[in-house]
């Protein structure tokens, strides 16, 4: 199951609608939404849109952070403000730059899902 944060309803449902051909997509609006998902649900992966409350989700990252010795998901941001620095701090898998199409993303959440399945003490290439 993936967790798909987008505040933007059109981009929201055109990714969810991707990204449902190969997962379970929990698709929500709100970053206090995304909390309550993962919390209770078996998210293998987050792709989240910082967008206008992009302080609730870099709080929200700094606690994923801190699980991830926890086994936190891989954390994709898709977004149309660079703040990569930042990301990888908290300890992001990955950052895109919108425009994303939806296809792109879809590949880079399998790519992400399969190194989290597979194990490996490393990390893809960013």
């Not at 993936?2 to 997962?23: G, V």
């Not at 698709?27 to 302080?55: K, Y």
């Not at 660079?82 to 992001?92: I, P, Q, T």
Request: a positive charge; hydrophobic letters at 45%; charged letters at 25%.
């Amino acid at each position: 199951m993936l967790l798909l944060l987008e505040p933007d309803k059109a981009t929201r449902q055109l990714y969810a609608r991707e990204l449902n051909r190969r997962w379970r997509v929990i698709a929500v609006e709100r970053p206090i939404e995304a909390l309550r998902a993962l919390a209770t649900h078996p998210i293998r992966a987050a792709i989240l849109e910082p967008g206008a409350e992009g302080e609730q989700v870099w709080q929200m990252l700094a606690t994923l952070q801190e699980q991830k010795r926890k086994g936190a998901p891989p954390i994709i941001i898709c977004s149309a403000v660079d703040e990569r620095s930042r990301a990888y701090e908290l300890g992001v898998s990955a950052y895109l730059i919108k425009p994303v199409s939806p296809h792109q993303l879809s590949s880079e959440v399998a790519r992400w899902l399969m190194f989290a399945d597979s194990g490996i003490a490393s990390s893809p290439s960013k």
